[in-house]
């Protein structure tokens, strides 16, 4: 409550009554400070008798106590002055305020001198509570710790901006933020949604109260956290409503789930396919952000997605979805052209498995880094990363490397040496590359380059299958970049001096050849699944004929090998056909012919079909065995009528029968 209020609850009191009341002796301060002569009896202002109606002079109060800390900012002598010349006046008031101040103030110099000693210690004390809490890297990790593959920048590489995630953030920097604020004046305001750092929130959108969903900490290790998702009982049963639907083959099964339940993340990403598979963009964008929006808001309050240092097991089934969503949006966000916040999303993406990279971000996170005009980061990640994943083995970091070098020498106008030798070796270590990207581009080589064996149809036939994979994809993906007439001259400059090298017999060659039918043995799951669903179109014709036509559910594509499985979906009772009770055709026709048929006898009924009567003879009796008589001695009477039933002859009115009159009239 502020110093106003307080003055007015008490009634207005001078000077002297309040510091009576405090109890402070200020007579050899205010010696030689005059004191005003009192006119008359003062009659005293009556008290507030409710102090509630103290808090409607709430926003009036605030600013006086803004202007009243502004005040004592001053130094201590322009403040005594101006204390001394205010108690002259008529009322005592602002006189005791500020002498009131000048107390507060005074006693708070010395514990502000204590607390300004040594600044250092609380900062410390600080920062070894929040590592204890949050487990922080170690500066020299025990030798017990389990050995990582990461290094320890990795920290900083995998880092995400809040900023940078948000596409309308892109866009206001190319097109201008007055052109996008435009557009966002017609938009209400949402408020029946949380704020979201990987969506946007619609206000079209249906509140989310409970969407069944929770994180939790595993465990922490080395610096990084390990979370999971979690399904309450709700939720599993939505699940097994959702597969149901997925097995009938009916999106509109899917839609009934989602109108039950708007966040469901799984018919969420199903209907999101569907919808892109009719070409309706903007809804598949849009359910891939409320599946994100559900997540985020059952994030773990440790769950910290800017340091990089958050992990997410992928065998979970609960984990794979927010991988796919993430993998999903990211991808709509790049067609739309906004790369920076797809790079992010990548590095987002990447920190959840690094070591493991089950959606092989690694794929695609130069092509964005490129388009992005992010240089120095593609080129600081390669020489940290390079040392232990290899990824110069890999056709689209040693080409990209080799364009990030190149234009990162233009933009700052020195020798472009070392962006030619790089490209050379690429060339060298990929040379069907050359021949698939320049039909991509729609240019035609010239005569010595299409004639010559190293980049002739020869390099395609003879590199392992697996790199042609690799390759098709890092083709469809990133020849775009490969399009401008800068790019292409130097492309073609460096392939002239690879041919030469080639024809000098260069050790290189050779070394790069073995290197080819060394490795490229066989294609790992996660890249199956990159390029499933990446859509690339080049990639997926490259996939062999099992996997191309093997059924892959568009929710969970090729799942792991050693998934980890919470809670399994229960087996649906299966009735063998003719044996469904008393909907079963047999049971329906004896209870026609018999009306006494029971459900004991229908139970030894099926039994007899099934081939268990010995067993419901062991079990009911002699009556069970007359019952089987009696079913016995109705079929064969059954097959007796069936045999000798035949039309019965009309007489017709000439006297002859019907046969004999359609006989003549087809002769006739």
Same mark, same amino acid.
């Given at each position: 409550?502020?110093?106003?209020a307080?003055?007015?609850l008490?009634?207005?009191?001078?000077?002297?009554d309040?510091?009576a009341?405090?109890?402070v002796d200020?007579s050899?301060?205010?010696?030689?400070v005059?004191q005003?002569v009192?006119?008359?009896k003062?009659?005293?202002?009556?008290?507030v008798?409710?102090p509630?109606?103290?808090?409607?002079d709430?926003?009036?109060?605030?600013e006086?106590?803004?202007?009243?800390?502004?005040?004592?900012?001053?130094? !201590?002598e322009?403040?005594?002055s101006?204390?001394?010349?205010?108690l002259?006046?008529?009322t005592?008031?602002t /006189?005791?305020?500020?002498?009131?101040k000048?107390k507060?103030?005074?006693?708070?110099?010395?514990e502000?001198?204590g607390?300004?000693?040594?600044?250092?210690?609380?900062i410390?004390?600080?920062?070894?509570a929040?590592?204890?809490?949050?487990?922080?890297l170690p500066l020299?990790?025990a030798?017990?710790?389990?050995?990582?593959?990461?290094?320890?920048?990795?920290?900083?590489?995998?880092?995400?901006e809040?900023?940078h995630l948000?596409?309308?953030n892109?866009m206001?920097?190319?097109?201008g933020?007055?052109t996008v604020?435009?557009e966002?004046?017609s938009?209400?305001?949402?408020?029946?949604?949380?704020?979201?750092?990987?969506?946007q929130?619609?206000?079209t959108?249906?509140p989310?109260s409970k969407?069944g969903?929770?994180?939790?900490?595993?465990?922490?290790k080395?610096?990084?956290?390990h979370?999971?998702f979690?399904?309450?009982?709700?939720?599993?049963k939505?699940?097994?409503?959702?597969?149901d639907?997925?097995?009938?083959?009916?999106?509109?099964?899917i839609?009934a789930?989602?109108q039950?339940?708007p966040?469901h993340v799984?018919?969420?990403?199903?209907?999101?396919?569907v919808?892109k598979?009719?070409? !309706?963009?903007?809804?598949?964008?849009e359910?891939?952000?409320r599946?994100?929006?559900?997540?985020?808001c059952?994030f773990h309050?440790?769950?910290?997605?800017?340091?990089?240092?958050?992990?997410?097991d992928?065998r979970?089934?609960e984990n794979?979805?927010?991988?796919?969503a993430l993998f999903k949006?990211l991808?709509?966000?790049?067609?739309?052209?906004?790369?920076r916040?797809?790079?992010?999303?990548?590095k987002?993406l990447?920190?959840?498995?690094p070591?493991?990279?089950?959606?092989?971000?690694?794929?695609?996170i130069d092509?964005y880094a490129?388009?992005?005009?992010?240089y120095?980061?593609?080129?600081?990640?390669?020489?940290?990363?390079?040392i232990h994943?290899n990824l110069?083995?890999?056709?689209?970091?040693?080409?990209?490397?080799?364009?990030a070098t190149?234009?990162?020498s233009?933009?700052?106008?020195?020798?472009?040496e070392?962006a030619?030798?790089?490209l050379?070796?690429?060339?060298?270590?990929?040379?069907s590359?050359l021949?698939?990207l320049?039909?991509?581009?729609?240019?035609?080589?010239?005569?010595e380059?299409e004639n010559?064996?190293?980049?002739?149809p020869q390099?395609?036939v003879?590199?392992?299958e697996?790199?042609?994979?690799l390759?098709?994809?890092?083709?469809?993906r990133?020849?775009p970049?490969?399009k401008e007439?800068?790019v292409?001259?130097?492309?073609?400059?460096?392939?002239k001096?690879?041919?030469e090298?080639? !024809?000098?017999?260069?050790p290189?060659v050779?070394?790069?050849?073995?290197?080819?039918?060394?490795?490229?043995?066989?294609?790992?799951?996660?890249?199956?699944?990159h390029?499933?669903?990446s859509?690339?179109?080049?990639?997926?014709a490259?996939l062999?004929?099992?996997?191309?036509?093997a059924?892959?559910?568009s929710?969970d594509p090729?799942?792991?090998?050693?998934a980890?499985?919470?809670y399994?979906?229960?087996?649906?009772?299966?009735v063998p056909?003719?044996?469904? /009770?008393?909907?079963?055709?047999?049971?329906l026709?004896l209870?026609?012919?018999m009306?006494?048929?029971?459900?004991?006898q229908?139970?030894?009924?099926?039994n007899?079909?099934?081939?268990q009567?010995d067993?419901a003879? /062991?079990?009911?009796?002699?009556?069970?065995? !007359?019952?089987?008589?009696?079913?016995?001695?109705?079929?064969?009477?059954?097959?007796?009528?069936?045999?000798n039933?035949?039309?019965?002859?009309?007489?017709r009115?000439?006297?002859r029968d019907?046969?004999?009159q359609?006989w003549d009239d087809?002769?006739?």
């Amino acid at each position: 409550m502020s110093s106003r209020a307080l003055r007015k609850l008490r009634g207005e009191q001078g000077l002297p009554d309040i510091v009576a009341d405090l109890g402070v002796d200020i007579s050899s301060e205010e010696e030689d400070v005059p004191q005003p002569v009192p006119s008359g009896k003062k009659k005293k202002k009556k008290p507030v008798q409710n102090p509630f109606d103290l808090l409607i002079d709430h926003d009036d109060s605030v600013e006086e106590d803004v202007e009243e800390d502004q005040e004592n900012v001053e130094p !201590d002598e322009h403040q005594d002055s101006l204390v001394t010349e205010s108690l002259p006046q008529a009322t005592g008031k602002t /006189g005791g305020k500020k002498r009131k101040k000048k107390k507060k103030k005074k006693g708070g110099d010395k514990e502000d001198k204590g607390s300004q000693q040594n600044p250092e210690d609380d900062i410390d004390a600080s920062i070894r509570a929040v590592n204890e809490m949050l487990g922080e890297l170690p500066l020299q990790p025990a030798a017990s710790s389990e050995h990582s593959t990461l290094p320890i920048g990795s920290k900083s590489l995998l880092s995400v901006e809040h900023r940078h995630l948000s596409p309308e953030n892109e866009m206001k920097r190319i097109f201008g933020a007055s052109t996008v604020r435009g557009e966002q004046r017609s938009r209400t305001r949402n408020k029946q949604h949380k704020r979201s750092w990987l969506s946007q929130p619609k206000s079209t959108w249906p509140p989310l109260s409970k969407s069944g969903i929770s994180m939790k900490l595993v465990e922490t290790k080395r610096g990084c956290q390990h979370f999971t998702f979690e399904h309450n009982r709700d939720y599993q049963k939505v699940q097994f409503d959702f597969l149901d639907a997925v097995e009938s083959l009916n999106p509109n099964n899917i839609t009934a789930v989602l109108q039950l339940h708007p966040y469901h993340v799984d018919s969420l990403t199903q209907l999101s396919d569907v919808c892109k598979m009719s070409e !309706d963009l903007q809804m598949a964008s849009e359910l891939i952000e409320r599946a994100l929006y559900s997540f985020e808001c059952s994030f773990h309050t440790l769950f910290n997605m800017t340091l990089g240092t958050c992990r997410l097991d992928y065998r979970r089934a609960e984990n794979r979805s927010f991988y796919l969503a993430l993998f999903k949006h990211l991808t709509f966000i790049g067609q739309r052209g906004c790369y920076r916040t797809a790079l992010e999303f990548c590095k987002l993406l990447l920190s959840l498995d690094p070591d493991e990279d089950p959606l092989c971000v690694l794929l695609m996170i130069d092509f964005y880094a490129l388009q992005a005009k992010e240089y120095k980061f593609l080129l600081r990640m390669y020489q940290e990363w390079e040392i232990h994943r290899n990824l110069s083995q890999l056709p689209n970091w040693a080409l990209s490397v080799a364009m990030a070098t190149f234009q990162l020498s233009r933009e700052e106008e020195a020798d472009e040496e070392e962006a030619d030798d790089l490209l050379q070796k690429a060339l060298i270590m990929f040379p069907s590359v050359l021949s698939l990207l320049l039909d991509k581009c729609s240019i035609h080589p010239d005569k010595e380059v299409e004639n010559h064996h190293f980049f002739g149809p020869q390099a395609q036939v003879s590199q392992p299958e697996a790199l042609g994979q690799l390759v098709a994809l890092f083709v469809g993906r990133t020849s775009p970049l490969w399009k401008e007439p800068e790019v292409m001259q130097w492309l073609e400059r460096n392939v002239k001096v690879v041919l030469e090298r080639v !024809d000098q017999a260069d050790p290189l060659v050779e070394e790069c050849r073995k290197k080819r039918q060394l490795r490229y043995q066989g294609t790992p799951r996660n890249i199956y699944r990159h390029i499933i669903v990446s859509e690339i179109k080049d990639a997926t014709a490259a996939l062999p004929r099992d996997m191309a036509n093997a059924p892959v559910l568009s929710y969970d594509p090729l799942p792991p090998t050693n998934a980890i499985i919470s809670y399994t979906r229960p087996q649906r009772r299966r009735v063998p056909a003719g044996a469904e /009770g008393e909907h079963s055709t047999l049971s329906l026709f004896l209870r026609s012919m018999m009306p006494n048929y029971s459900n004991q006898q229908d139970q030894n009924v099926r039994n007899v079909v099934q081939g268990q009567a010995d067993e419901a003879e /062991g079990a009911v009796g002699g009556q069970d065995t !007359d019952l089987h008589r009696g079913i016995h001695a109705l079929m064969d009477a059954m097959r007796d009528l069936l045999t000798n039933i035949q039309p019965a002859n009309v007489p017709r009115e000439d006297g002859r029968d019907s046969d004999e009159q359609e006989w003549d009239d087809e002769f006739d």
